[in-house]
């Protein structure tokens, strides 16, 4: 079956560092991957996607994820946290083998950005 | 990218009413999607509305509970029926093409069951 797990529940950062949240996945074939961020009381932004292509890929705000295909995994990243960045994030998979192609959602990463 | 529009927004019902909440997408596509979530937690998929089909259930779903429409690639409806407090919960609707596409979310209906 396909999946996502994020390790972390929260993250916490000070205001300029640089952030990571972590994402490693299981799939069969070749991985559709996610991030997404949800702000209190709103739906999910979509941030970015690795379908093909360069491993690093960017994506909106600044953020970026590398993909690791040797470590199964697809880290979200940005240089210099702002304190607007906290909120909850989410790393998805889409299943391509269901003929839905329905997407799975980890357990989200609870980020926040200490001024 | 797809714009979703959700309504309502929030209700509050009573038990053993059913609620209906809509999903609009201001462009034709392929998926359309339930979820639930619980505030601060994951997004657990309910079903994927089919235009023209059946809706698929996730298992723990069933359609007697939460009865699906999607008549055409722009609307979807997903009821919740015989509403009871452990039903209150945030439901998103997404939408999206597939291939080398995102899918996209609406704002999301929180529903309170008192």
């Known amino acids: 079956a396909q999946s996502v797990a994020q390790p972390e529940d929260q993250v916490n950062v000070a205001e300029g560092n640089p952030l990571t949240v972590k994402c490693t996945y299981s799939v069969s074939g070749n991985p559709y991957l996610f991030w997404y961020v949800q702000y209190p009381n709103r739906g999910l932004q979509f941030l970015l996607k690795y379908i093909t292509g360069d491993n690093l890929v960017k994506g909106s705000y600044g953020f970026e994820a590398e993909f690791n295909k040797s470590q199964t995994s697809f880290h979200l990243k940005k240089p210099s946290a702002l304190v607007s960045d906290s909120a909850l994030y989410f790393c998805a998979v889409r299943d391509e083998t269901s003929g839905t192609y329905k997407y799975i959602f980890g357990t989200g990463t609870r980020l926040k950005v200490l001024a | 990218s797809a714009v979703i529009s959700q309504k309502p927004s929030r209700d509050i019902c009573q038990r053993g009413t059913s609620l209906t909440i809509q999903c609009q997408v201001d462009s034709q596509v392929t998926m359309m999607f339930w979820y639930r979530q619980q505030p601060g937690q994951s997004l657990t998929l309910i079903a994927t509305?089919?235009?023209?089909?059946?809706?698929?259930?996730e298992s723990g779903f069933v359609i007697d509970k939460f009865p699906i429409s999607r008549p055409n690639l722009t609307f979807s409806t997903l009821t919740v029926s015989n509403m009871s407090p452990e039903d209150s919960s945030i439901y998103l609707c997404?939408?999206?093409?597939?291939?080398?596409?995102?899918?996209?979310f609406g704002q999301g209906t929180r529903l309170t069951v008192v």
């Open positions: 509305a089919n235009q023209g089909s059946e809706a698929t259930y």
């Open positions: 997404s939408a999206g093409t597939g291939g080398f596409t995102e899918a996209f």
